[in-house]
């Protein structure tokens, strides 16, 4: 209890020492505090990207077959799906049509599917927040499912109808049935599903074409022990899951390790600036120190209450940089960082940008803000408490 006690009264001694040297304090919080909110924002807004593109991948198909000619993609011919259908360890094989239709200066993506075979249990595609997704009926009905960024943009919800131009600039009515929810914000944002005869049609296909093919494993096989079996097809280029993902963490990974570099600058000038604070604290602290070891204080108290004040500045500072970093990524959707971070052209407004906090960015924060800050304190801390106490004291008062 002794020592328990000991250690209650030296942190109640660092919370008045934080308060006599106000300034100081006010000084350190500011400049991690800058630092923390900066790397806080891109770090959150990194790992919500890199969540939502682990959501788009798993709702996507095992493999995508596409048709290369000229090393340039073009349209498959459906033939070549009954020979992907027999390859083994192959479950069933959707045809796809997809391109995108512009509706002023909005750009969105037009899928057709294959609505046969269709499985619904789960993914994005089930993920409907009102109306319905398609069935096989709605072949040839001009009926769509939208994504709620459209919805949003152009104030439409299920029942309504929208016109889009088609590939050979007509007019084409479609007739709204569910609108999807924002469990992927990314991934059906600005989608537009529609049965694959409506998209053939509205692309102009020629017959017996299509853009891909989506192909779904059996259960227990191994995606990429089926793409090698079918890489005796002719002008065929497979892409599996763990292709995109790697592809989606590497473009947001490389954008996000930008701030990163002007990050890890910004927070060696903060330690410098908490190391000329510690220096210039000591100095004026040195009839302190000096009455303090005459009291019986250690060496290892005065750094002990150093390491302390410290460690409140750092957890305060970090923790309220933390706070402003996600609610300007969550709430005010991170103005000048999304673009550099999407890499898009275009974004409305309506955008909602996805923000997700995970246990390891948070440790790395902590670990990156409060370490350096204790480092910057330790040394004049400890070269301060060394110094005997009469020559402190005529220092301090000199």
Do not use: C
């Amino acid at each position: 209890m002794t020592l328990i006690r000991r250690h209650r009264n030296l942190f109640k001694y660092s919370l008045d020492a934080l308060g006599r040297y106000r300034m100081r304090g006010a000084v350190v919080v500011v400049t991690f505090l800058i630092a923390t909110t900066m790397i806080s924002a891109v770090l959150f807004t990194k790992d919500g990207l890199e969540r939502e593109a682990e959501y788009s991948v798993n709702a996507a198909p095992d493999l995508t077959i596409q048709y290369l000619k000229a090393g340039r993609v073009v349209p498959i011919p459906a033939a070549i799906g009954e020979v992907i259908s027999g390859t083994e360890g192959v479950e069933r094989v959707l045809m796809r049509t997809w391109g995108y239709a512009g509706i002023g200066q909005y750009t969105f993506t037009v899928i057709g599917l294959d609505l046969q075979g269709l499985d619904l249990t789960g993914g994005a595609m089930g993920a409907i927040e009102s109306g319905r997704f398609l069935t096989p009926d709605d072949a040839g009905t001009r009926n769509i499912v939208i994504g709620k960024l459209i919805a949003g943009m152009l104030d439409l919800k299920t029942g309504d109808d929208m016109i889009l131009l088609s590939e050979s600039v007509e007019a084409t009515r479609f007739h709204v049935v569910g609108v999807f929810s924002d469990q992927s914000s990314i991934y059906t944002a600005d989608m537009i599903i529609m049965p694959l005869e409506d998209a053939n049609a509205f692309f102009n296909m020629p017959d017996g074409y299509v853009t891909d093919f989506a192909v779904y494993t059996k259960p227990g096989a191994d995606a990429g022990e089926v793409a090698s079996r079918m890489s005796t097809i002719p002008n065929v280029r497979i892409l599996d899951q763990d292709i995109l993902l790697r592809g989606y963490k590497a473009a947001y990974g490389a954008r996000g390790g930008v701030f990163t570099t002007l990050w890890t600058i910004l927070l060696a000038a903060a330690a410098l600036i908490a190391f000329s604070q510690a220096v210039v604290v000591g100095h004026e602290s040195k009839f302190e120190v000096g009455l303090l070891k005459t009291f019986g204080f250690s060496t290892l108290d005065i750094v002990e209450v150093r390491l302390i004040e410290s460690l409140i500045m750092g957890f305060f500072a970090t923790s309220l940089g933390m706070l402003i970093g996600y609610a300007y990524a969550a709430f005010f959707n991170a103005p000048g960082l999304v673009d550099i971070l999407l890499g898009w052209a275009f974004l409305p407004k309506e955008f909602r940008l996805p923000v997700f906090v995970s246990a390891e960015s948070l440790l790395s924060i902590y670990a990156v803000t409060v370490i350096p800050l204790l480092v910057t304190t330790v040394v004049p801390a400890w070269l301060n408490a060394i110094t005997d106490p009469e020559i402190a004291m005529r220092r301090g008062t000199a």
